[in-house]
């Protein structure tokens, strides 16, 4: 049996080196970036332009946008929390802008100082310039499945959000998994409530690996129609207003748990794991990824069947 495609979104550029304990240095962002838009990727989220006295690892965000080789076919993206973000973007080739907003009222205040309601308000401006310049919008709703203030998200919040951003002329909705609070059954709950797409706007899914569950919240995921992943490179990230939360799934790991399931990607993985290893070196130390560690299968003469 044929199974779907899914679309891989390599947030490590933005998601993943926001996070770590060392500045990763510009000249390594760009030479990153450019490795990875070499794999097959047609979509990466390279930096934010959040404040650098809220996220000092992405200072460099304009530089990392005007340094780096854009391949032909790779939507490039930016994380902006604001109009003036927003515009600071807008000087850039960037392709697309990501908004962002908690589906818990305790870990958007601790997160942007705000209400939900006051983020969604303030998002019209940044929509109406972006979407003026030719950019597209991309939304997340963070903690979508859990929140460690307010445990439980109810699915309804969810669903508000995600209108407000199809009202603002966002083109997808990314589900995150902020803490890794999430498991199988309630990734199958969300996913099967709201639909590949709710009200039009196709929803992907941005899982952590705080609990050890992201991939298979991801195959949960995709069992319920979702198509579209968010992961990282080297499985890098976290979250700076979230105590204990852990790296995005590995982007190679996703790739090898799809691919071995029959399941296209459209990555090549020989080079997928050029843009691991220049983390490595830079970093140092051991990454969280399983594939990194072990490889891919070797299935010698015997294909696994599918």
Wanted: charged share 20%; glycine share 10%.
């Amino acid at each position: 049996m044929k199974l779907d495609p899914i679309t891989v979104v390599e947030v490590g550029p933005r998601d993943g080196l926001q996070y770590e304990s060392v500045f990763f240095p510009t000249q390594d962002k760009i030479a990153l970036i450019n490795s990875l838009s070499q794999t097959g990727l047609k979509r990466i989220e390279v930096t934010s332009f959040v404040h650098p006295k809220v996220i000092p690892h992405l200072k460099d965000a304009m530089e990392v946008l005007r340094g780096m080789d854009k391949a032909p076919g790779v939507i490039y993206s930016a994380l902006v929390p604001n109009l003036k973000g927003c515009q600071r973007a807008l000087e850039t080739p960037v392709d697309e802008l990501a908004l962002f907003v908690s589906a818990s009222q305790t870990h958007n205040q601790k997160n942007v100082g705000m209400s939900i309601e006051d983020s969604l308000s303030g998002f019209a401006d940044i929509a109406r310039e972006a979407l003026t310049a030719g950019k597209s919008l991309r939304g997340y709703v963070i903690t979508a499945f859990g929140c460690p203030y307010e445990g439980a998200i109810a699915l309804a919040r969810v669903e508000q959000i995600t209108e407000a951003y199809a009202e603002l002329g966002v083109r997808e909705v990314s589900l995150g998994d902020t803490t890794g609070m999430a498991n199988p059954r309630r990734v199958s709950e969300v996913f099967e409530q709201l639909g590949r797409e709710h009200r039009g706007i196709p929803l992907a899914a941005h899982f952590h690996n705080s609990r050890g569950l992201g991939l298979a919240n991801a195959y949960a995921a995709y069992q319920t129609g979702c198509r579209v992943f968010d992961s990282s490179v080297g499985g890098l990230g976290g979250c700076p207003t979230a105590v204990g939360a852990m790296g995005n799934i590995p982007t190679e790991d996703l790739v090898n748990l799809m691919e071995e399931m029959g399941v296209s990607t459209g990555l090549d993985f020989t080079k997928l794991m050029e843009s691991v290893q220049l983390v490595q070196r830079v970093l140092g130390g051991e990454l969280a990824s399983y594939t990194c560690k072990q490889g891919r299968p070797n299935w010698g003469a015997v294909q696994p069947k599918i």
